[in-house]
């Protein structure tokens, strides 16, 4: 591997340059400005990566990863998650089974306050999660209290914490999950997490309570937050909506403070939709479909979950995830709403795979004054919702305390579907090649839609173009291929409303 070592000073900071190591993520919660941290654990020291777009959510801390970019400093800046970042190597989701926790009890040598009782960390932590393990402490650590975001050391409050823990006789090494709480500091935010790990590390400033511990807790199994989109009083989805960060208040991710995670972040997660863990209903054709109360014990389906767009560049699809939520248990807050929608319908998110940070909570009801948009977010019985790019339709036909039945139709005879195929097998440089796509819903041609084509080249780089179907559903794109074109295996893809299809051809 070369180094930017080899030129001459004056121009080091201006060279691109590669530099292996461990992915960390961190989230720091705040009311105001809340932010992703990422950093690489190199050989020759922490830096800090700063992405112009795009950072990488599809993947977690310990990730072994190689980045291309400008060094000034400690900082890397990059271009991109996807451009600028080589996966070496995946860290294994350390989500199901037993979590052993340990929560380490710290204040300061300036400030030896304990603002909560042993007993009510233990009751926060182990008497209302899915977690188990143990609460350490007191211990008061060799240094002063943060006063402001730029002396908080955050990596030395844990370093301390762990170090003070293993003296008492405490074995690090048993828990997959750690937690540092200690009085109000001047740190800044209310909560830090690392987003995955093993161990994760989370760190909770000041007031300790179930909200805060499942928040960062979520961040240490791999979580993003939970969003809401909002797209003004007369549309549910669009192309120019409004985000809230925090904005899914039927979510821990979210504003939530006791909420279940929702459907998409529990199949990311593992605990929908694999293995032995309940099933997710994926809806492919026309039909009515029955959910269990997503927070019953039984073994139907907890959630349903409908295409509703494929990425042209990704190839990655986004989905809605239908639930049936009722006042039980993490969500027996509900039965206190001022409005009583969610118990009566049915709550849409939308969510696109290997994307953490796509969830998001959509507002059945945008109409309703926006005080109460919090409150009311649910498709409710005899209501209906249709996306207006792909006709799908979904509509609520009851719920009640067991479970809700929902009615899915595709618009002109079933789900979009995309085939496409070139014109020969085979081609040599300086042919054009004829890739053709057909695109139908159901049985029925799909006229006036734009398919998406991309073609990788056999060496990697990809050509995107764009056609719009005819009266027969086929829409063509032609690629000129030149001189300088490698030889070897190309694959065409085409995406239109929520599908896609691929094929293969050679260049001599």
Request: glycine share 10%; hydrophobic share 35%.
């Amino acid at each position: 591997m070369w180094s930017r070592n080899v030129f001459p000073q004056s121009v080091r900071s201006g060279i691109l340059e590669e530099i292996e190591g461990e992915l960390e993520i961190l989230h720091e919660d705040r009311d105001v400005g809340s932010r992703y941290l990422y950093f690489l654990k190199a050989v020759n020291g922490r830096f800090s990566l700063n992405f112009a777009k795009d950072p990488p959510t599809h993947l977690a801390s310990g990730a072994k990863v190689r980045v291309r970019g400008v060094r000034t400093n400690g900082v890397l800046a990059l271009q991109s998650g996807g451009d600028s970042v080589q996966v070496l190597s995946s860290v294994l989701p350390n989500t199901l089974g037993e979590q052993r926790t340990l929560v380490v009890l710290v204040n300061f040598r300036n400030n030896n306050s304990q603002p909560y009782a042993v007993d009510f960390a233990n009751n926060v932590f182990f008497g209302t999660t899915y977690l188990s393990g143990v609460i350490k402490g007191w211990y008061t650590i060799n240094m002063d209290s943060p006063t402001s975001a730029s002396t908080c050391d955050y990596s030395l409050i844990s370093s301390l914490a762990d170090q003070a823990a293993a003296s008492a006789g405490v074995v690090l090494s048993n828990y997959s999950r750690k937690v540092y709480a200690f009085p109000q500091t001047g740190c800044g935010w209310w909560g830090l997490g690392s987003v995955g790990g093993n161990p994760s590390r989370a760190w909770i400033n000041g007031t300790i309570e179930l909200g805060v511990a499942a928040h960062e807790l979520g961040h240490g199994l791999g979580l993003y937050h939970s969003h809401s989109l909002d797209c003004g009083p007369t549309a549910v989805i669009g192309s120019s909506c409004a985000t809230n960060e925090y904005g899914d208040i039927v979510d821990m991710m979210g504003a939530s403070h006791s909420a279940h995670y929702n459907a998409f972040q529990k199949e990311r997660l593992g605990w929908l939709n694999a293995g032995a863990s309940p099933p997710i209903t994926t809806v492919s054709s026309d039909g009515t479909y029955l959910l269990e109360t997503y927070q019953s014990v039984g073994s139907g389906p907890k959630a349903l979950k409908i295409s509703k767009s494929i990425d042209p560049i990704t190839g990655k699809q986004t989905w809605y995830y239908i639930e049936s939520r009722q006042a039980i248990g993490f969500d027996g807050f509900l039965a206190n709403e001022p409005s009583q929608n969610v118990l009566n319908g049915v709550l849409v998110h939308t969510g696109t795979e290997a994307n953490g940070n796509s969830g998001y909570l959509l507002d059945m009801t945008p109409a309703t004054p926006v005080y109460y948009w919090w409150y009311d977010p649910a498709l409710v019985v005899g209501q209906s919702f249709a996306d207006p790019d792909t006709g799908v339709t979904m509509t609520t036909d009851w719920t009640n305390g067991n479970g809700a039945s929902v009615t899915v139709s595709f618009g002109a005879g079933g789900p979009a579907a995309v085939t496409v195929a070139t014109d020969q097998t085979s081609y040599t440089r300086n042919q054009s090649v004829s890739i053709k796509a057909t695109v139908s819903s159901g049985s029925a041609p799909v006229a006036n839609t734009a398919v998406n084509f991309i073609v990788k080249k056999s060496n990697g780089a990809l050509v995107a173009g764009t056609a719009t179907t005819g009266s027969d559903g086929t829409a063509v794109y032609k690629l000129r291929l030149t001189k300088k074109d490698p030889v070897g295996n190309y694959e065409a893809d085409a995406a239109a409303m929520s599908a896609s299809a691929a094929t293969n051809f050679m260049v001599q």
